[in-house]
Antibody
């Protein structure tokens, strides 16, 4: 059974940093593109970033470029999202997801809440 | 990277068919046959119901079907059931290897 479990969320002040982790199991992690998708409270889905199988390619939505960094550790079956210079409008549930953009996102974690507030 | 446009809400009676549109541009929906649809029940993570415009993952009901014409994709739910009440999102590959989601549609079963 595919499982994606996020951790590392919480409350942070504007300008602060946070690192999200995602533990993957039930599939060959090293052979799959992975993504982070977020959803602000009461709002729609927003794709944030993705990373290819060996970590050599990474892509971001314009609003997080230069502030967020996606990475992976295939030996640990883990995906990460380093978030710096956080803003109030980064407040959202962040989902760890599996899938390349050309085949769709086929598995989602349960999501973890990140709240940016003073 | 503007969001794809979906109607805010669509409703129908049990047994009816409804269609949700998803309008993009020649840089996303119009350029690729990489449109997916997701269902999200309240308080839950989304689940994939269609990919590659028309393909259903294993276990997804055949009542869900998709199509695409030009810059617009559509999701049709036939034989509407109470359990179909949820939010629905489309997505499309864009230039490069990025992804864009639709604005979301709330389906109400009357």
């Amino acid at each position: 059974e595919v499982q994606l479990v996020e951790s590392g969320g919480g409350l942070v002040q504007p300008g602060g940093s946070l690192r999200l982790s995602c533990a993957a199991s039930g599939f060959t992690f090293s052979s799959r593109w992975m993504n982070w998708v977020r959803q602000a409270p009461g709002k729609g889905l927003e794709w944030v970033a993705n990373i290819n199988t060996d970590g050599s390619e990474r892509y971001y939505v314009d609003s997080v470029k230069g502030r967020f960094s996606v990475s992976r550790d295939n030996a640990e079956n883990s995906l990460y999202l380093q978030m710096n210079s956080l803003r109030v409008d980064d407040t959202a549930v962040y989902y760890c997801t599996r899938g390349a953009t050309w085949v769709g996102i086929d598995y989602w974690g349960q999501g973890i809440l990140v709240t940016v507030s003073s | 990277q503007s969001a794809l446009t979906q109607p805010a809400s669509v409703s129908g009676s049990p047994g009816q068919s409804i269609t949700i549109s998803c309008t993009g541009t020649s840089s996303d929906i119009g350029a690729y046959n990489h449109v997916s649809w997701y269902q999200q029940h309240a308080g839950r993570a989304p689940t994939l119901i269609l990919y590659g415009v028309t393909n259903r993952p294993s276990g997804v009901s055949s009542r869900f079907s998709g199509s695409k014409s030009g810059n617009t994709a559509s999701l049709t739910i036939s034989g509407l059931q109470a359990e179909d009440e949820a939010d629905y999102y489309c997505s499309s590959k864009t230039s490069g290897i990025t992804l864009v989601f639709g604005t979301g549609t709330t389906v109400t079963v009357l």
